[in-house]
T-cell receptor, first 113, second 115 residues
Framework: KQEVTQIPAALSVPEGENLVLNCSFTDSAIYNLQWFRQDPGKGLTSLLLIQSSQREQTSGRLNASLDKSSGRSTLYIAASQPGDSATYLC????????????FGKGTLLTVNP | DAGITQSPRHKVTETGTPVTLRCHQTENHRYMYWYRQDPGHGLRLIHYSYGVKDTDKGEVSDGYSVSRSKTEDFLLTLESATSSQTSVYFCAITATSGASYNEQFFGPGTRLTVL
């Protein structure tokens, strides 16, 4: 059974800092891995999807990497802003054709002005 | 947002009553999912559908049933609601074509309180 862990559970940084969020998974036979953002009381917003054949994906100030052999993914946020404050979730798809996701419990990021 | 809506957005009900939540999508996606999100547990898959009338159980399916009679609608039913089913319920789809191939998108959620 796939298990996904995100450490730390919470992170507080000053504005402008570059930061890394960590995600680890137990079964390296994943189909893809997806990063989401969730604002309080809201739904999940997809940030980046990395296919199993890829090593990284970039969108603006965000860069996600994937290392299947070590069971790890990281989300790098450059030049953090207060608007980046949210919970960040990673999810691994080990379900093949049905695209079922297993979620980590998230990292609550606070960027202080 | 992949054209996903959920109704109702908020509901308060009493223990033992039946409750149906609706997920509606406008983009003809084949795969649809119901999750619940609870503090300390994160998001957990309840049921999913891979086509009209094709559904299967997820991680936490006990006490829930689903139906999908049309591509655009996926219904989640709590036959007899219990307080342990107080949660936020999210519907999701997976895009299987285009630039967002394999990406999963979520609806806005339904907050359900069972008294």
């Amino acid at each position: 059974k796939q298990e996904v862990t995100q450490i730390p559970a919470a992170l507080s940084v000053p504005e402008g800092e570059n930061l890394v969020l960590n995600c680890s998974f137990t079964d390296s036979a994943i189909y893809n891995l997806q990063w989401f953002r969730q604002d309080p009381g809201k739904g999940l917003t997809s940030l980046l999807l990395i296919q199993s054949s890829q090593r990284e994906q970039t969108s603006g100030r965000l860069n996600a990497s994937l290392d299947k052999s070590s069971g790890r993914s990281t989300l790098y946020i450059a030049a953090s802003q207060p608007g980046d404050s949210a919970t960040y979730l990673c999810a691994a798809n080990s379900g093949g054709s049905n695209y079922k996701l297993t979620f980590g419990k998230g990292t609550l990021l606070t960027v202080n002005p | 947002d992949a054209g996903i809506t959920q109704s109702p957005r908020h509901k308060v009900t009493e223990t033992g009553t039946p409750v149906t939540l609706r997920c509606h999508q406008t983009e003809n996606h084949r795969y649809m999912y119901w999750y619940r999100q609870d503090p300390g547990h994160g998001l957990r898959l309840i049921h999913y559908s891979y086509g009209v009338k094709d559904t299967d159980k997820g991680e936490v399916s006990d006490g829930y049933s689903v139906s999908r009679s049309k591509t655009e609608d996926f219904l989640l039913t709590l036959e007899s609601a219990t307080s342990s089913q107080t949660s936020v319920y999210f519907c999701a789809i997976t895009a299987t074509s285009g630039a967002s191939y394999n990406e999963q998108f979520f609806g806005p959620g339904t907050r359900l309180t069972v008294l």
